[in-house]
């Protein structure tokens, strides 16, 4: 029902001036009429009547306006109200001018928004090669300039990240960190800009594929080699040789020699860097020749992990010492649909939608790691992505059966995180326990988070107000507020009031695993054993690692801030972009919208455009 100030019979509630002038002007006339028909005197009472006190009284003064006659008295009195008021707002002009200014400030950001711009920073401590003048970390400098293979393909591998708090440079897990900053930058863009971080993240995604494309011959159409790893931790043949983890040293005085691994069969990992290409090309599609060069990376790369098929961790004792792949058929289908969303090629929709890679990558069946995201597993990731293609463009035939398997096992996945269901334990503090109470817990709960609050978010997008469980019905609401518990949680909601978020909150760790922060910046060079010093000394790092997640409680909410206990204290990438990419998700409270057009800003009309309308009829 309107609200609006009518009567009610439909006219305005408002007094019309102009008709009470006329009014009073008809009285007059009728006064003079009056006095004209009447033949006989009247007494009186019969006078007060018919005339009231006008007789005895002196005749009122009119002033004629042309549109509109009024009393000389009310035209007088409107006249001095009027300058009295310009009189009075030149004052206060005049007031407001001289009397000094309080400049609002903004509004305190809410406390997502607050840690996602401390999460940003870690990055900026992690970057490898020679650092640009504004990276702002005061005790980072320039290091490992030389890193590559001066004999071989390979020649400059300079830039890009270290994976955590050594020196080494782990291509899986970059790609992969780099492929959920990017696809959190494509869904809440507007977010980032309002938080004034977008820059900032888009210029880390790019530190992170200008050295992604050095690993490979990304100018080519066909590769049979690319680069998995630059750096050694392995410590298994003794400690005569210095590497990554025998040496304690920060990064900047490292001198000795870095080995280069490389691959020619490792589907898992070349499919994560097409992942990783592709979804950055959409962030940087203003910039049309960079993102041509990254959608061409990520075809070649693609190609490849398809053609030359193994695990990239079954020929490195190195890569499944750190990050071993269980598979690669999850990331198929999670580079497929990346790719797809870069090209609007059908051949990768119908790739990503192929039955047997999905049976492969273990869509239809559970397990007690099923729908546990991170870098070793994307199935959960890219069924999300392809349910928001049903969700928002609903292709049809012949995609339709599997992408409504794929939003139903999303629909499954939700459902497992909320505590109504048994899927996956609980802390006594509440934290979920994606990892069965295995250590390093974080990584998995953010990357959920994002899931969950994402996931809500397309829901609303789509006017759906929430999924069923079974036979109940669950509102996205509920789905959010399990992606705020748990980052609550992170943040310092938890039985220790911990922050495991360095530099958020006042109570954070302090002996955080990582050389650089361990060690001052103090124009001292420490040789491999002479940093151990540093490591297992009991004073807190003299650098603060700001915006680092660590690796996180234990299953009992217990937490030991011991620099040499990296089952606690370390930070990774991966780990660091899943909590920046659940912070963007959650902060802006309200704001749970998504931009939901850009991801397919490739993607071909999925019906034929109907003709135009025939030109205008002309006689």
């Known amino acids: ?7 009610p019979w439909g006219g305005p509630l408002e007094i019309n001036t102009a008709d009470s002038a006329t009014d009073d002007d008809r009285s007059r006339n009728l006064n003079d009429l009056d006095r004209a028909a009447l033949s006989r005197p009247l007494d009186e009472t019969q006078q007060s009547w018919l005339l009231g006190p006008t007789e005895q009284k002196k005749k009122k003064k009119y002033v004629d306006l042309g549109c509109i006659i009024v009393s000389s008295k009310i035209f007088w009195w409107t006249v001095i109200v009027v ?13 407001v001018k001289f009397v000094p200014h309080h400049h609002d400030h903004k509004p305190t950001p809410d406390n997502y928004t607050a840690a996602l711009t401390t999460a940003l920073k870690f990055f900026n401590a992690q970057r490898s090669g020679k650092l640009p003048k504004h990276n702002n970390i005061s005790w980072r400098g320039n290091s490992c300039t030389k890193d590559g293979d001066p004999s071989g393909q390979f020649k400059d591998l300079a830039g890009g990240y270290y994976d955590a708090g050594d020196a080494i440079k782990f291509n899986f897990p970059q790609s992969y960190a780099m492929t959920m900053l990017s696809w959190s930058v494509i869904e809440y863009s507007a977010k980032y800009q309002a938080s004034g971080e977008l820059n900032h993240v888009k210029e880390i995604i790019k530190w992170g594929t200008d050295y992604l494309l050095k690993t490979f011959n990304h100018t080519a159409d066909t590769i049979n080699i690319l680069v998995s790893q630059v750096g050694s931790g392995d410590t298994s043949g003794g400690m005569s040789t ?12 490292i001198d000795y020699e870095r080995p280069v691994a490389t691959c020619s069969s490792c589907s898992d990992l070349a499919a994560e860097m097409a992942a990783a290409l592709a979804s950055a090309s959409i962030v940087f599609k203003d910039n049309k020749a960079y993102s041509q060069k990254l959608v061409h990376g990520a075809r070649t790369l693609f190609k490849f992990s398809r053609d030359q098929r193994g695990r990239y961790s079954a020929s490195s004792t190195e890569a499944s010492q750190f990050y071993n792949s269980t598979s690669y058929w999850d990331e198929f289908l999670w580079a497929g649909t990346w790719l797809y969303y870069a090209t609007g090629n059908n051949t990768y929709l119908q ?5 047997g890679i999905a049976r492969h990558a273990g869509a239809f069946w559970g397990g007690p790691d099923y729908g546990v995201f991170s870098w070793d597993n994307k199935l959960i990731g890219a069924q999300v992505l392809l349910s928001r293609l049903r969700l928002f463009l609903s292709p049809g035939y012949p995609y339709e059966e599997i992408l409504r398997t794929f939003h139903n096992q999303t629909s499954i996945v939700m459902c497992s995180y909320l505590p109504y269901f048994t899927s996956f334990n609980r802390t006594k503090g509440g934290l979920i326990q994606l990892n069965h109470g295995r250590p390093q817990p974080l990584q998995y709960v953010v990357n959920s988070a994002f899931l969950a609050a994402v996931y809500s978010d397309y829901l609303d997008a ?17 789905l959010r507020e399990f992606a705020k518990t748990q980052i609550d949680y992170i943040l310092g909601k938890n039985p220790r009031k911990m922050s495991y978020v360095v530099g958020f909150g006042n109570h954070y760790p302090r002996h955080v695993h990582h050389r650089g922060a361990s060690i001052p910046k103090n124009k001292v060079k420490y040789s491999c054993k002479g940093g151990w010093k540093w490591r297992d000394t009991k004073k807190p790092n003299p650098n603060k690692l700001v915006g680092a997640m660590v690796a996180g409680p234990d299953r009992h909410d217990g937490f030991h801030d011991v620099r040499t206990n990296y089952n ?8 660091n972009a899943g909590l920046v990419a659940a912070l963007v998700a959650l902060s802006g409270e309200g704001d749970s919208n998504i931009d939901k057009n850009t991801i397919f800003s490739a993607v071909p009309p999925m019906f034929p455009t109907p003709p135009p309308p025939p030109a205008p009829w002309k006689p």
Do not use: Q
Not at 83 to 95: E, F, K, P, S, Y
Not at 351 to 355: E, H, P, Y
């Open 351 to 355: 790739l990503a939608t192929t039955n």
């Open 568 to 575: 606690y204290t370390e930070p990774t990438l991966a780990g």
């Open 83 to 95: 300058a009295g008021a310009g009189v009075l707002a030149g004052l206060i002009a005049i007031l």
């Open 242 to 253: 210095p590497n990554d983890h025998y040496c304690w040293t920060r990064p900047e005085d």
């Open 462 to 478: 789509a006017d759906t107000p929430g999924w069923y469980c079974g036979p109940n019905f669950y509102s996205t609401k509920i």
């Open 1 to 7: 029902m309107s609200m609006y100030g009518r009567d």
